[in-house]
């Protein structure tokens, strides 16, 4: 089994991992990166696909992965940290990826709570951060990271990467989830101040979560936003913005 021509073996060398798997089609990499860490799996194992046909974002959503038309992946780690920093991951993913992927595209990628990236208006990539628990400790964590290089049939409001070369931009982007992923603790302050620079969201109206006024985020990662009642932290959901 090959990615865009190199074998796992071939990628697990250059990109220093222990493990990768690659597939030119998969039904799931989150669900196959599962499967191999409840076999031992060790952190920094990569599974990687051409095509999936089961991809899947947050909430149960399908995420289309077509054929070489995006970088469909997912990261296999195994934190010693505490669930503070699990629950930051995904906005650390974010916050690590944006800077990585700019030198693909026109204008800086920005970021949209909880787990999207954006370039102007449109959605560039996802993230998907899900957990598995030994009693009171993290055993594993998978990031799932899906990035366009073409635009979707079905989303054609969606953006992708330009010239972009994927097993370069594959280099890039491993070592930028693997520091994500080993972080410790809450957002700090300089991390909030950088997610504020590529905000999406901050200043404009919201119709969900909860209606207001984005504020940025707190350092648990929670959406802040203003409301007649005052400040609300919003700690799960989707973000979708008031119409005119």
């Not at 995006?70 to 629950?87: C, F, K, N, Q, V």
């Amino acid at each position: 089994m090959t990615w865009f021509g190199w074998t796992g073996e071939a990628l697990a060398a250059l990109l220093g991992l222990p493990q990768v798997e690659a597939h030119a089609v998969c039904r799931s990499t989150m669900d196959r990166a599962h499967a191999l860490a409840a076999g031992g799996a060790p952190g920094g194992t990569l599974v990687i696909a051409e095509a999936q046909e089961g991809g899947r974002g947050r909430n149960g959503k399908v995420w289309t992965s077509a054929p070489r038309a995006g970088i469909w992946m997912t990261l296999l780690e195994r934190p010693s940290g505490d669930a503070t920093a699990l629950d930051v991951l995904s906005v650390r993913v974010g916050l690590r990826l944006a800077p990585v992927l700019d030198r693909w595209t026109r204008a800086p990628v920005r970021l949209k709570w909880p787990n999207d990236l954006w370039v102007g208006e449109r959605k560039l990539a996802g993230v998907l951060v899900e957990t598995r628990w030994r009693g009171m400790h993290p055993d594993w964590v998978a990031i799932g990271v899906g990035i366009n290089l073409e635009v979707p049939a079905d989303q054609p409001q969606a953006t992708t990467l330009e010239g972009a070369d994927p097993v370069e931009v594959l280099g890039e982007v491993i070592p930028a989830l693997r520091a994500a992923a080993n972080a410790a603790g809450a957002l700090r302050g300089e991390e909030l101040a950088a997610f504020a620079t590529r905000d999406v969201a901050i200043g404009r109206t919201l119709a969900e979560p909860v209606e207001g006024v984005a504020r940025g985020l707190s350092p648990r990662g929670e959406l802040l936003v203003a409301t007649p009642a005052g400040i609300t932290p919003v700690r799960a959901g989707s973000l979708t913005f008031a119409t005119v």
